[in-house]
Nanobody, 129 residues
C-alpha cells in the first residue's frame, strides 16, 4: 500500500520559514509524482508544488519563488521548504502521490488535486501577522 505522512507544520510569524516533510512508503520515486497541496476551512484543495520522477518540479503561481520542493531517495522523504510566509499561507498542507503513467496517459494533471489517488494526513501551518 502507498502511504504518505506529512509533518513539520507549526506556528510561524509572517516572513518566517518552515520545512514540511512527507514520509512515503509503498512506492518508488521512479514511478510516482509526489505533490503538496493545501486546504483551508470551507475551501477546495489547492495545488502548491510537485516533483516528478525525473526531478522536474512544478510550482503554483502564488508560490512566486518562495517555496522549494525536494526529495531524498535514501530516506524516502519529500520536503517543502517554505520561505517568506504570509498569513495567506495559513492552511492544512497535505502530500499526495499519483502514478506517472496515469498522468502521462492523460488521465490527470499534476496541477489538479483530484488526479492524486494516495493522500496522507495533513499538517497545519499557521502564519501569524
Amino acid at each position: 500500500d502507498v502511504q504518505l505522512q506529512a509533518s513539520g507544520g507549526g506556528v510561524v510569524q509572517a516572513g518566517g520559514s518552515l520545512t514540511l516533510s512527507c514520509a512515503v512508503s509503498g512506492l518508488t520515486f521512479d514511478d510516482f509524482v509526489i505533490g503538496w497541496f493545501r486546504k483551508g476551512p470551507g475551501e477546495d484543495y489547492e495545488g502548491v508544488s510537485c516533483i516528478r520522477p525525473n526531478a522536474g518540479t512544478y510550482y503554483a503561481d502564488f508560490v512566486e519563488g518562495r517555496f522549494t520542493i525536494s526529495r531524498d531517495r535514501v530516506m524516502n522523504m519529500v520536503y517543502l521548504r517554505m520561505n517568506a510566509l504570509s498569513p495567506e499561507d495559513t492552511n492544512v498542507y497535505y502530500c499526495a502521490a499519483v502514478e506517472k503513467k496515469f498522468v502521462d496517459a492523460g488521465f490527470g494533471r499534476i496541477e489538479d488535486w483530484y488526479s492524486f489517488g494516495s493522500w496522507g494526513r495533513g499538517t497545519l501551518v499557521t502564519v501569524s501577522s
